[in-house]
């Protein structure tokens, strides 16, 4: 896999941390548009963003599996072979669910940079109906496949957070 030069304290280049912020700044989109907080971006080797997704999982009329890792993800997958994706990261605002955990495995997609963990965000959604979190890190859907992701998160969980904040009332 070739990844970014320049190497920040938390083992992560400039352009991961540009990347994972440029997901935060969709999830507020999203929040904006009336949907539920949360995006994620899927870019190749050399930072170019192939896909990216707000979440469009909200009811009424949202499909309650349309989480922002699941689309970008899939769409990446539409555009890219196997051997490209698995040299893409994604990049998201919170740790992936169980639901887009596998679904990044089953696209290959090779790594993932989050923002937000699932035990913070339950700390932010609390028992909100339309957010019941898993608690069931994605390292560990990850591990029980037969490929290898790269994962690197939490960070910039303070900053992810500011979309949350008010929303899950």
Known sequence: MTHFSKLTPAGL????????RQSI???EESRERGRHPFAALVADAQGRVIASAGNNSMPPEGDPTQHAELVAAA??????SPEELADCTLYTSAEPCCMCSGAIYWTGIGRVVYALSEHSLLGLTG????NP??????????ARGQR???VHGP????????AHVGFWE
């Open 155 to 162: 960070m910039l969980e303070d900053e992810a957070a500011t």
């Open 75 to 80: 769409l990446a997958a539409r555009q890219l």
């Open 25 to 27: 700044r969709l999830s």
């Open 127 to 130: 028992a909100h109906p339309e």
């Open 13 to 20: 280049s400039d352009l991961d941390l540009d990347l994972l």
């Open 133 to 142: 979190t898993f608690s069931l890190p994605c390292r560990e859907v990850f």
């Open 148 to 150: 290898v992701i790269d």
